[in-house]
């Protein structure tokens, strides 16, 4: 990692600051899959923070799936993310973004599964009429944030809980910022990750339509977990 | 149920209206166990009130183990809260207070088991520190239900997501609303019903000192249920 | 339902002899979506059986998506199987067949989780060969089946806990039988949805390699629920 | 930990055998809290076994919450079973015993889920038989296990799905032992436990009775889990 030019910013917090860093290096091949990292004493000289701001950055690397740790060795850079990512978001912004999804998984996830036994016919419907605008959208990225939020939060309505659609409007500017991002790669893909990303959908909906509440948890679930991932994947991973 | 007198009061949500009148109904033993409820069609036109809005009283009545539908029967009453219930809360404002859990359970649940892979030592000494102050706080519940929401607020904290700890502030009154009718229930109970309470939390920063995330997750999820259940518990069920 | 012929036959678990003849109904078209079924009182006396066998049947009628009970007013046919699923199971193996996914939900989610955490090298390597054999095995479905229980066995043993291993032997017979089923459903349909059964296996690998548990956990339930799925899909739904 | 006699044994796995010897030390005190383990290197050598079998043996401790490690810092003991635990079970059973129960807790907890939705009026009066049995035997423990196993099948029966209550049978005597020992250590333990345990077990049959089947799978998954970490516990623990 000798050469690497980490100029600390002032600004946001300090372990997204430093987690957008690394994320550069490694975005732009100056780190690249198997390097090891600075361990966490250089890192905290090499960018004059503290050992809790350094550990709190490689947690989250981890938890994205970016960096790997192996016990009494080091941590290692694990997957190296499609290159648009960070013209699409600045670096420091993903970390934010990634972070929003984990709070997305369980939330969502027991939205659907209280919509799948709560739904009045009016809210499946408006689920249904969602899933339709989704699927024109998707054919042109710019529009399909805001259908996708719309499909998220008619599942959060047929909860029967408006709790869960005030925390999705408290969230509506970070859900969609991610929704575009994720979209945005998508649309770098292939059309079959399009494909996919309607297909996840789909399953969702199905499930409150017959009302599994399980299969709605488990589908939404792996939804926001796949999309969370797909940030941070390289395209031919479809 | 002849002879009831269900009046329709004008404000808040109508599903949360019907459904504190009919558990008034329930927790004043007008309404006893076993007790087959009027059918849709007769609860509409009693309260004056459309299908929908039936329905939705209905399942949320469910859901909180207040009645039981038998397929192709009907429904029973199944369960009698404890008497002080309407007091200590206004009937309506029940429905709205277990709604809350509904959304803690996946939450929090999440939120603790980020703690129990994130959290610095000085994040699990401030979870020491509020687990404490609940100890002793038991004994006056005035104050209980503030060192209850720092313990929650501390876990939240250690999740490493601000997420987290916005959307618990975001709901900080109706949680602290929630807490001290449960801490106001338990007072009412036996000392054992007060060990447990703390035997929760307990277990709660146990699983995240060792570092545990599923069984922190799983003690978080388990005691935000168990108090949701306690709001509609006889005392004599411990 | 007039002029159906429901031959009760004198075999295996009532139940799920009973769920064969109407499964064969719905699959023949003698009910068709929407159709509404006879009573509970009505099937007991066509197919003289006791009521609580009708009540097991229903259940899992409904647990598999196949039909849907309205509140008050009776169960309906809600999904046709594809045609060939009966010549492909016998129709009272399927009740068996799908039940067996339930339990491998639940069982192969945490064997996938404990994998994420614990898998040496040499097991990744093992799971990632079964991952390829299964890449070829899918274009013959014949020996597809074979390629399909050795991944999900390599799994299993990268959970360091041989009692996973143990129960997944114990089932062999009855998991390689509904995954001939369901690859032959699969085989039947378009190319799509062979990339996705992969694409599904490639998720639980990805999530194993990079040690993130719960999108182990995830990928492995999402995978098993969507291979129970399509056992009763029509294919045209991908 | 000079000084210490780790005599390598010759049967069964060998990581269950380190993993044994290793408690043997902690139970002990030869090792006591905040102690450092010797390096993976270093139990290479004075066990004499492959660093595959070290590995397996520390993820097992820390896993049963017995030792915790640090990142680039070495391994620590960080909780000292009860004394007992080596004369009630053999050092390295207690290896299988803990594994037996991380396979039980998605097992029951889903056959609990499902029994929640499918139990008859008949398999819930069997669960609450087998509860009143066990209230009577928790007053002595010889004959506790066979009513405690008794519990957890009734409600394996109840699920609906025989393949439950088939796994469960061919675990019979492994879980029949963990029960035995889980019973003699809570039986050793204060009057309080003792009431936990039932309590408990009355959660998952209350759970069950109204139908609420997520609060099922939850009580059920919690109790495997408190009993799973009530072996390592001290009593004092309560």
Same mark, same amino acid.
């Given at each position: 990692?000798? &050469?690497?030019?980490?100029?600390?910013?002032?600004?946001?917090?300090? &372990?997204?600051?430093?987690?957008?860093?690394?994320?550069?290096?490694?975005?732009? &091949?100056?780190?690249?899959?198997?390097?090891?990292?600075?361990?966490?004493?250089?890192?905290?000289?090499?960018?004059?923070?503290?050992?809790?701001?350094?550990?709190?950055?490689?947690?989250?690397?981890?938890?994205?799936?970016?960096?790997?740790?192996?016990?009494?060795?080091?941590?290692?850079?694990? !997957?190296?993310?499609?290159? &648009?990512?960070?013209?699409?978001?600045?670096?420091?912004?993903?970390?934010?973004?990634?972070?929003?999804?984990?709070?997305?998984?369980?939330?969502?996830?027991?939205?659907?599964?209280?919509?799948?036994?709560?739904?009045?016919?009016?809210?499946?419907?408006?689920?249904?009429?969602?899933?339709?605008?989704?699927?024109?959208?998707?054919?042109?990225?710019?529009?399909?944030?805001?259908?996708?939020?719309?499909?998220?939060?008619?599942?959060?309505?047929?909860?029967?809980?408006?709790?869960?659609?005030?925390?999705?409007?408290?969230?509506?500017?970070?859900?969609?910022?991610?929704?575009?991002?994720?979209?945005?790669?998508?649309?770098?893909?292939?059309?079959?990750?399009?494909?996919?990303?309607?297909?996840?959908?789909?399953?969702?909906?199905?499930?409150?339509?017959?009302?599994?509440?399980?299969?709605?948890?488990?589908?939404? !679930?792996?939804?926001?977990?796949?999309? !969370?991932? !797909?940030?941070?994947?390289?395209?031919?991973?479809?």
């Amino acid at each position: 990692m000798a &050469g690497l030019k980490l100029l600390p910013k002032r600004k946001e917090r300090l &372990g997204d600051q430093l987690y957008g860093q690394i994320l550069e290096q490694i975005v732009s &091949g100056a780190l690249t899959e198997g390097d090891k990292l600075p361990s966490e004493k250089e890192l905290c000289l090499m960018f004059e923070v503290s050992r809790p701001v350094v550990r709190e950055a490689m947690m989250l690397l981890q938890a994205d799936g970016l960096v790997v740790a192996r016990q009494g060795s080091g941590t290692y850079v694990q !997957r190296r993310p499609p290159q &648009g990512l960070i013209a699409l978001a600045g670096a420091s912004d993903v970390a934010g973004i990634l972070r929003c999804y984990e709070l997305r998984v369980p939330l969502e996830g027991e939205a659907a599964a209280l919509a799948a036994k709560r739904r009045s016919p009016e809210q499946l419907e408006r689920i249904k009429t969602a899933l339709d605008e989704l699927t024109r959208a998707l054919e042109s990225p710019a529009s399909a944030a805001a259908a996708d939020f719309a499909f998220h939060r008619a599942v959060a309505e047929a909860s029967g809980n408006d709790m869960f659609v005030s925390i999705l409007e408290t969230l509506h500017a970070a859900v969609e910022n991610s929704m575009t991002l994720a979209l945005n790669i998508t649309a770098q893909g292939s059309a079959e990750r399009s494909r996919r990303v309607l297909d996840e959908h789909g399953r969702i909906y199905e499930a409150i339509a017959i009302g599994d509440s399980d299969a709605a948890n488990l589908a939404m !679930r792996y939804h926001i977990n796949r999309a !969370r991932q !797909r940030i941070t994947e390289q395209q031919s991973d479809v």
